[in-house]
């Protein structure tokens, strides 16, 4: 059974940074695309960043160059850097995962989800 469990979330002022983590079990991690979603209260969830397989990143604009996604193939653990926090980035953050890259890059509707973890930034 595939699981994927977020830490690292919190509240920090603007400029801050947090690092977020996804532990993943269940499934061959490195063979899987990945990626960072968030929803903020009232708005759709949105893309925030990616991995492929072979380690391919891809970002939404409005955090490129703050946000930096990476995985360790061998913990199985996803991560999220984020630096030069802004208050729009007031969210909830979800770790997802599938092996089809169209599902989770284009649909947005990747197989596997994790619960979420929190992220506060204020002015």
């Known amino acids: 059974q595939v699981q994927l469990v977020e830490s690292g979330g919190g509240s920090v002022q603007a400029g ?25 209260p009232g708005k759709e969830r ?5 991995i492929d397989s072979d380690g391919g990143t891809s ?16 913990k199985n653990t996803l991560y999220l850097q984020m630096n030069s926090l802004k208050p729009e980035d007031t969210a909830m953050y979800y770790c997802a995962a599938d092996p089809n890259r169209f599902r989770l890059l284009v649909l947005r509707r990747p197989n596997y989800w994790g619960q979420g973890t929190q992220v506060t930034v204020s002015s």
Do not use: I, P
Request: proline residues 0%; hydrophobic residues 35%.
């Open 16 to 40: 801050g940074s947090l690092r977020l983590s996804c532990a993943a079990s269940g499934y061959t991690h490195s063979s899987y695309f990945m990626g960072w979603f968030r929803q903020a």
């Open 46 to 50: 949105e893309g925030v960043a990616s």
């Open 59 to 74: 970002y939404a604009d409005s955090v490129k160059g703050r946000f930096t996604v990476s995985k360790d193939n061998a």
